[in-house]
T-cell receptor
Framework: AQTVTQSQPEMSVQEAETVTLSCTYD???????LFWYKQPPSRQMILVIR??????QNATENRFSVNFQKAAKSFSLKISDSQLGDAAMYFC???????????FGEGTQLTVNP | DADVTQTPRNRITKTGKRIMLECSQT?????MYWYRQDPGLGLRLIYY???????NKGEISDGYSVSRQAQAKFSLSLESAIPNQTALYFC?????????????FGPGTRLTVL
């Protein structure tokens, strides 16, 4: 079974600074997808960024980028120029190639200090 | 209007009561999911359905049942609620073509079992 681990329950960053959230996963599959979801206090789940395992290039979405290390089974999220609105719970998630289901990590609570 | 809706948004009930959480979507997606979120555990899959005639157990299905009344509707029932079912419940949908299709989440239902 696949597992996803986020070893940082809480992180904090100063506004305008950069922060990196860590995620590791375990799978025996060679082709799969990885995601980062954001959950603000409104509790809505919002997709931040996604990565296909067969693509070597790291995904980027504006201020959000990932460092995907397939051999190490690591998938970290970098937030540049942090903004107050980035404060949220962040979840890393894994999906197999057929997209049948998501497996989530435990979450990292990010605080952005003004 | 929201694409994925959940009712009720909040519910307080007593141990032993039967309760149903409802999910509706207007995205025309075939795949629907029920997750439960607990602090420190992330989101865990309860049940999922790929079409009206297809129901599958997730990793924590004990104590829950589901009904897929139509393509657009997927309900989760707790036959006899117990306090450790107190959690935040999410419904999600995806088109089902592949994992790259984003899972769209409802706003969540906060359930408290006394």
């Amino acid at each position: 079974a696949q597992t996803v681990t986020q070893s940082q329950p809480e992180m904090s960053v100063q506004e305008a600074e950069t922060v990196t959230l860590s995620c590791t996963y375990d799978t025996s599959e060679s082709d799969y997808y990885l995601f980062w979801y954001k959950q603000p206090p409104s509790r809505q789940m919002i997709l931040v960024i996604r990565q296909e395992a067969y693509k070597q290039q790291n995904a980027t979405e504006n201020r959000f980028s990932v460092n995907f290390q397939k051999a190490a089974k690591s998938f970290s999220l970098k937030i540049s120029d942090s903004q107050l609105g980035d404060a949220a719970m962040y979840f890393c998630a894994y999906a197999p190639r057929d997209g049948s289901r998501l497996t989530f990590g435990e979450g990292t609570q990010l605080t952005v200090n003004p | 209007d929201a694409d994925v809706t959940q009712t009720p948004r909040n519910r307080i009930t007593k141990t032993g009561k039967r309760i149903m959480l409802e999910c509706s979507q207007t995205k025309g997606h075939d795949r629907m999911y029920w997750y439960r979120q607990d602090p420190g555990l992330g989101l865990r899959l309860i049940y999922y359905s790929f079409d009206v005639k297809d129901i599958n157990k997730g990793e924590i299905s004990d104590g829950y049942s589901v009904s897929r009344q139509a393509q657009a509707k997927f309900s989760l029932s707790l036959e006899s609620a117990i306090p450790n079912q107190t959690a935040l419940y999410f419904c999600a949908t995806t088109a089902g073509v592949g994992a790259y299709n984003e899972q769209f989440f409802g706003p969540g239902t906060r359930l408290t079992v006394l």
